[in-house]
């Protein structure tokens, strides 16, 4: 999730575009860049890391010109690096964009613009637009049909903003997939991910829809769908204010985080799933996939939501594709000497990427001869670097502390690299077909498990004020329990604890009253049955039941005190939706608290120290 703005008007561009960045600066900040259109000529600036540094870089300069673009990144595609930065422009510097999204089919569009001759100074997915465009051009002359046409081309999502010696008067905008406003000023417009960016100059805007594109100039815009087709748009007042911009209209990030996750698990698998051959691609593992897919044993090591992450991940790698799995803390990997042979692959699941016991825990592991992946978030960032190879799950910037998005995008990563693994072993090509159609729709399912939002509020309030929770699971929703405890320890501040269903017997059991509620998830899977008597055991000692169930589940109705129904999936699939009631559940307990839900006392988003 990057941010950009555009600006063309009667003012100067630059500190326009500037503070319009630092607005967006919380969709990504690994680098920032603005381009400038002056007298027939485009400026351009970008470094590596925040707008200030950018700024600094520029200094005094004389930044002249009053149509020009600008650009904060959340790398994606490319390290987040000087050269790596937005703008970018095409073979001549005649057009020069910035974009937000991810362009799935960016391989075969370089490789055949390579073929035409086109040569990229970057590893980014954002320059082959630009190059596309150039294409088209040298063929139809007319720079808007160009544009319209290599848009045309383009698979994936994208949130454009461009300028061009071609037509050095003009702002060009395109949206598909990622937000984009266009914001009408007095005799000045602008263009910008999010209204945040543009309300200090205007609060009259136009939300472009998906294929839908803008061309601007100092006169005015028109407004068309890539098809060429012009289109009439509304001009809306932005009423929300700053804060409420930056969170979507949401109340926290985390909240707003938990409702990003259709879009995050869609993001996850971008590009990486072929439903005809029922196979899934990770591109970031070229460099070791002998190794992945030869490993005899393999080793995850994690922290806190990562490690339950990496739990799931145990489960499908074994159940699928028949190779031992272990998954360990990485504060206790580092340190017990752990044993390692040069066919074993660990995997290090992080999502900021500079957890600081899971750096060392791959650091070990590598010194030990085995071969290290990583499944991180953050583009760049160290854990990413120092793994021989690995696996971006593409969640944006995670801002609440209390992670959500990143889990179920790291179980939907675990889940392409269990079934591109099992491909090559004994999963069938049916078999894999009915898994990559069943993944492809999981988004929706996702998005119909936040509809309980209402149901969980309800259930929030009656047990907001209690002091312990008990999380039960079996199977693929064990792990789920933990992280269902660990969301509500960690904003709540309730005590919350995650167990094995059947363990409860072994102890925990001694815990139930009418005073301790008991959350099971509870979904119709190979233990269901078992589930339920575990529930009866909890009932029998007047213990209260929240169970996660499956839509349609009367049975449990009448047994329990409270239900949330969830859409059933394949198992392994299943902790991708399970979580979802309980990421909800833990948010409003503590909204109902009055704690600091997106920055809870005593934790960091990254403890990058021991
Ligand atoms: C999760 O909600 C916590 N914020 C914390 O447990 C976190 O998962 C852990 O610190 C690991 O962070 P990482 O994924 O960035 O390595």
Redesign the pocket.
Known sequence: MCGIVGYIGKRDAYPILINGLKRLEYRGYDSAGVALSNNGQIIIEKQVGKISVLEQSIGDKPMRGLVGIAHTRWATHGEPNQINAHPHTDSEGNIVLVHNGIIENYSTLRQMLQDKGHTFNTETDTEIIAHLIEEFYKHTQNFEDAFRSALLEIDGTYGLALITKHEPGKLFAARMGSPLVLGVGDEEYFVASDASAIIAHTRDVIYLEDGEIAIIDEHGYVTKTIENEVIEKKVERVTFDLERIEKAGYDHFMLKEIYEQPRTVADCMRGRLQPEEGVTRLGGLSPILHNVLRARKILIT?????YHAGLIGEYMLEEYCRVPVEVEYASEFRYRDPIIEDDNLVIAI???GE?AD?LAALREAKRKGATVMGIVNVVGSSIARETHGGTYIHAGPEIG???TK?FTSQVTALALLTIMIARTKTMSAEAGRRIVQEMMILPEKVEQALKSDEIVKEIAYQFKDKTNFLYLGRGYNYPVALEGA?KLK?ISYIHAEGYPAAEMKHGPIALIDEDMPVVVIATKDSTYEKIISNIQEVKARKGRVIAVVSEGDEKLKDMVDYTIPIPNTFNFLQPVISIIPLQLLAYHIAVMRGCNVDQPRN?AK??TVE
């Open positions: 994690a922290c806190g939501t990562s992080s999502q900021s957890t899971t502390v209390a992670s990143a660990l960690e934790l990254s403890v």
